[in-house]
Antibody
Framework: EVQVVESGGGLGQPGRSLRLSCTTS????????MNWFRQAPGKGLEWVGF??????????HYAASVKGRFIISRDDSKSIVYLQMNSLKTDDTAVYYC???????????????WGQGTLVTVSS | EIVLTQSPATLSLSPGETATLSCRAS??????LAWYQQKPGQAPRLLIY???NRATGIPPRFSGSGSGTDFTLTISSLEPEDFAVYYC???????????FGGGTKVEIK
């Protein structure tokens, strides 16, 4: 069964850092781009960023709201993708979701599966 | 940044009726548009990708159409489990960017 499971959420202080992990199983992790999304309480969905496969350089791209503060990385040997969140702001409070590209080696608008999400609360 | 506008914000329908949801892009996104369903407390679920391709396991009552700037998600003969919030999503190849619409809530009338 293909699965993605987020972890690492919790309370973070403004200006500090937090690292989320997305542990995957059931597929050849290195063949897929991986993505992070978030949803603030009671709000809509927002794209955070993605990381390509090593075949395509493992390059990363971010939403303007997190660029320069968040870093996505991947460990293909462990089938895990990370979201390093630095210089946290109260506006970063949200449920963070990890999602796999639908098709291996192809960027489309399909993301599946999604994890159940992990809540990050930024507050002093 | 491409802006996606979904309408209506809320759709009140009865089971068995047909739901027609609209998503309009501020500039052409070709066919790079998807539809996701989200129920309270759950992760989004992929329904339609690249405008008209139904994801695995999605019932045929869900269909997507459109290209360029105007897209439609049609849910024929609503089932009780279809009452949820629906989001459209676009993907720009360069610069790499993804944006969601504000969502349409399909509620029971």
């Amino acid at each position: 069964e293909v699965q993605v499971v987020e972890s690492g959420g919790g309370l973070g202080q403004p200006g500090r850092s937090l690292r989320l992990s997305c542990t995957t199983s059931g597929f050849t992790f290195g063949d897929y781009g991986m993505n992070w999304f978030r949803q603030a309480p009671g709000k809509g969905l927002e794209w955070v960023g993605f990381i390509r496969t090593k075949t395509y350089g493992g390059t990363t791209h971010y939403a303007a709201s997190v660029k320069g503060r968040f870093i996505i990385s991947r460990d293909d040997s462990k089938s895990i993708v990370y979201l390093q969140m630095n210089s946290l702001k109260t506006d970063d409070t949200a449920v963070y979701y990890c999602a796999r590209d639908l098709v291996r080696f192809l960027e489309s608008t399909g993301f599946d599966p999604w994890g159940q999400g992990t809540l990050v609360t930024v507050s002093s | 940044e491409i802006v996606l506008t979904q309408s209506p914000a809320t759709l009140s329908l009865s089971p068995g009726e047909t739901a027609t949801l609209s998503c309009r892009a501020s500039q052409s996104v070709s066919s790079y548009l998807a539809w996701y369903q989200q129920k309270p407390g759950q992760a989004p679920r992929l329904l339609i990708y690249d405008a008209a391709n139904r994801a695995t396991g999605i019932p045929p009552r869900f269909s997507g159409s459109g290209s360029g700037t105007d897209f439609t998600l049609t849910i024929s003969s609503l089932e009780p489990e279809d009452f949820a919030v629906y989001y459209c999503l676009q993907r720009t190849i360069w610069p790499p960017e993804l944006t969601f619409g504000g969502g349409t809530k399909v509620e029971i009338k």
